[in-house]
């Protein structure tokens, strides 16, 4: 008698489990974009994130002859790169591609193009009538724009949040189907990447459809406004217990910090460290973070790098990370343990370091079944040559076992002297992500910046609550290089196994690269990953090269170069300030008096052409603005701008500067810089030119 009520009692507590279980919505999904405690559990229900992209399809056989093909998206590729042609072009060469074609529940989740042309239509759950018909590049980069229901929302907010430079998170569930199908000429333009979560058969989702847009106005918008500033807007419940110390730590020594008791979670991680040398400190400094008495940090990673910041201080705000100006960093990925937790910070360097550590923890519930450790565990390769040809797979995280993937870094010093990005281009590389057992990825890349959610290799500083580039030297993509991204709607959950590469592979061969990185997952205990203990020699402090010249190569080809101090015409109120950024190790600097004071550099063409002239400047807190003329004409940059801003709070750059196109007359020429002004708040403002190059055009 007992046996089957008991029975019959499980079998009815199931079923209100299935029926109470979430149905999956668009507002379920926006809501998941800023619910970062639910990636500590494994999900339920569960769903298999994969790519369609614009990779090159003769890219087929791991380690075979073309795995590093690179037609991806230019057009005229070899094999067309798409999942089937539909219809093959007509007589105004438009065809119609397969772009994607899902059967069973899911969602889009990410969507990212650096160029498309031609039309896209989007179809779901097998209606014959497409919910989105309209402009490709409409549809990878502002997905809801051409829905009117979009005026109901903060479309200026959702337009800084949910579009994040070239990506768009805004979610497209469906539940039984979805076929995506691209209207062009393939001989064109057509880079793309569409980001699907696959779901087990039995979940269940409302399939969108615009008016979910006004259904769930509200949800969005709280989204898009904790996105748009989670360092105040994201909360931490009234319980939390928070606690901070300040250590000092002598070279070679560690010390442990915090010993917290669970279950239990850290829901804030703050650390900020200063020494004579912040930028070494930040590389030497080693932070260790062991749960429930394993034996090893499955946190281990330089502090700066940990924190998306090195080298150096390079403030930015993103939805897990914050680096302040003051180098405070903060931590906003939960951290999760069943038993114990052990903070320790090693100081690999030769100076003492002093560290303000602080921790918010709160009670959790550890789900025997489902919980899961953070882990981020930093590798890096000095001394590397990237190439064009010699392509390689660098890995970020090979691992066996159960977990969720969740967040990159990529940090490089790229000693590349050609101070464009046609040349000075690191990450021409795809990433490719192999998810349990796979022996092709089922994520497969079109280049490093477009898994970064940018194009063209541009050198700009930028953040996003989900990627971002808050380091780049320059000139180009030379110096020290940051990027990240955070995988928060778009998360990869693994089974048994991932293995995460990205092809190192550059615009030309370039010796004495540093490719320092992180593969941030949340894993089962009982994952094992191919890490090796940091080594002090992993942990240097990387220094760029001592003194470096650019090179006349590539996007500088034809090109004659002059260094700023050997063509002023008069030094008066400048200096020299030696740093490794600079061309030559040095660079002139300018302290103008007042606005409409002048400094003329003279530089000379050989025979009468066409010609582009431009100037590499610093870009820092101390500098104005400036307007040119060229031979006493006012001139302008080839964007049409008369004013440049040398501006920029918190970083010093190096930055190119191209003049509109010009016809020159053999013999010399004057370029004068008219200073503008400068903030208010600017005691002593700097000019800083550090040289100046005259291109000859189609030569």
Known sequence: FCLPVILLLTLFSMGIADIQREVITTGKLFREMIELESLTYFPDPVFKTIQFSSYD???????????????????????????????????????????ADVRGPGAIVRLWTAAISGTIRLYLDDVETPVYEGPAVDFFQSTYDGFPQMAVVERERFGRTIYQRDASYAPIPFAASMRLVWIGDIDTIHFYQVGVRQYSSA????????????????????TSTILDDPDHLLSIPPETFSEEKTEILASNGKKELFSLEGPRAIRNLSIQLTAVDRDAAHRQTVLHIRFDDFPWGQVQSPVGDFFGAAPGVNPYTSLPFTVQPDGTMICRFVLPFQTNCRISLENRGEQEVTARIGVAVQDYDWDMDRSMHFRARWRANH???????????????????????????????????????????WGEGDEKI????????????????????????????????????????GPGNRGFVTNFRWHILDSLPFQSDIRFYMELKSHEVTPGMSYARI??????????????????????????????????RMGARNSVFYASENAISNRDRTTLQKNRLWAGGQSLVWMPAAP????????????????????VAGLRPQS?????????????????????????????????FTLEETELTKGKHELRFVFEGANADIETPTIIIDFLWVQAVNR
């Open 57 to 99: 399809r003769r890219s087929k056989l791991p380690g075979g002859p073309d795995w590093f093909a690179n037609s991806d998206g230019f057009g005229g590729e070899p094999i067309p790169n798409f999942e089937k042609v539909l219809r093959e072009p007509d007589a105004n060469k438009i065809g119609e591609y397969l772009i």
């Open 203 to 222: 979940t269940v989702i409302s399939t969108f459809q615009p008016e979910d847009i006004r259904t769930y106005r509200h949800t969005i918008d709280r």
């Open 383 to 425: 001394d590397l040559t990237a190439s064009p040809v010699d392509v390689q797979d660098l890995p970020f995280l090979i691992a066996s076992g159960k977990g969720v993937y969740v967040g990159t870094v990529s940090y490089l010093l790229n000693p590349n002297p050609v101070p464009t990005p046609y040349g000075s281009w």
């Open 434 to 473: 192999f998810v349990d057992g796979e022996g092709v990825p089922s994520t497969f890349g079109t280049g490093s910046e477009d898994y970064y959610n940018y194009s063209w290799s541009v050198p700009d500083i930028f953040y996003f609550p989900y990627c971002g580039q808050p380091k780049n030297d």
């Open 519 to 552: 593969g941030y997952h949340y894993a089962r205990p009982g994952l094992t990953d191919d890490f090796m203990a940091l080594t002090t020699e992993d942990v240097k402090k990387l220094e760029l090269p001592e003194k470096w010249f650019p090179a006349a």
């Open 596 to 615: 409409g004071e002048t400094k003329s550099f003279l530089l000379e063409v050989e025979e009468t052409g066409r010609y582009r002239i431009h100037f």
């Open 624 to 656: 104005g603005s400036v307007r040119l003329l060229l031979d006493g004409t006012s001139v302008s940059l080839s964007g049409k701008e008369q004013v440049v801003n040398l501006y920029r709070p918190y970083r010093t750059l190096s930055r190119n």
